[in-house]
T-cell receptor, first 113, second 114 residues
Framework: GAGVSQTPSNKVTEKGKYVELRCDPISGHTALYWYRQSLGQGPEFLIYFQGTGAADDSGLPNDRFFAVRPEGSVSTLKIQRTERGDSAVYLC???????????FGDGTRLSIL | AQSVTQLGSHVSVSEGALVLLRCNYSSSVPPYLFWYVQYPNQGLQLLLKYTSAATLVKGINGFEAEFKKSETSFHLTKPSAHMSDAAEYFCAVSDPGGSEKLVFGKGMKLTVNP
């Protein structure tokens, strides 16, 4: 079956711009996670959705970052007033329910010039 | 707070040799532990997971890991390396009773020499 799909695969934009990154989880998966992976590092947790609600957003670095999942399926990570330090690979994962393995997408590589 | 330590960043082995990737964790509660593999320009693929059942866990592609509570370790091994094993490997920990988030180590890049 289809895995976790993330679009775009690459995004290049200028400092100060607004970006949206999309994640389409595996069908039927109620849990969805966003992580950020900087060069040479392991992924770092950003936010976790259970259904439509953000169950844990403790990893969002500041108020420029926001994520939604309005219908409990597709999620969008939104970054306002982008900074060069936001450049990273943004990974999305989904799992069937609590305490089930997380399945990762291939990520969106975001480059802020 | 939970954390994972993967000492070093790169390991090189010969094809057919033993693969040993070390992982030590810190957790205030009995954790769940995971090993993921990442190939270039791809997402992470689950190799195996420990969820408080058997301490020796077998995963895909011939990998296995042993949970040792006394050593707070969850080292990954494979008896005989294959060229296709060249990738980056991440150890991760989660709190099964709390947030579902995974806390990852910095990763270990495995090179397999012919």
């Amino acid at each position: 079956g289809a895995g976790v799909s993330q679009t775009p695969s690459n995004k290049v934009t200028e400092k100060g711009k607004y970006v949206e990154l999309r994640c389409d989880p595996i069908s039927g998966h109620t849990a969805l996670y966003w992580y950020r992976q900087s060069l040479g590092q392991g992924p770092e947790f950003l936010i976790y959705f259970q259904g439509t609600g953000a169950a844990d957003d403790s990893g969002l670095p500041n108020d420029r970052f926001f994520a939604v999942r309005p219908e409990g399926s597709v999620s969008t990570l939104k970054i306002q007033r982008t900074e060069r330090g936001d450049s990273a690979v943004y990974l999305c994962a989904s799992s069937q329910t609590r305490n089930q393995p997380q399945h990762f997408g291939d990520g969106t590589r975001l480059s802020i010039l | 707070a939970q954390s994972v330590t993967q000492l070093g960043s790169h390991v090189s082995v010969s094809e057919g040799a033993l693969v040993l990737l070390r992982c030590n964790y810190s957790s205030s509660v009995p954790p769940y532990l995971f090993w993921y593999v990442q190939y270039p320009n791809q997402g992470l693929q689950l190799l195996l997971k420990y969820t408080s059942a058997a301490t020796l866990v077998k995963g895909i592609n011939g990998f296995e890991a042993e949970f040792k509570k006394s050593e707070t370790s969850f080292h990954l091994t494979k008896p005989s390396a294959h060229m296709s094993d060249a990738a980056e490997y991440f150890c991760a920990v989660s709190d099964p009773g709390g947030s579902e988030k995974l806390v990852f180590g910095k990763g270990m890049k495995l090179t397999v020499n012919p």
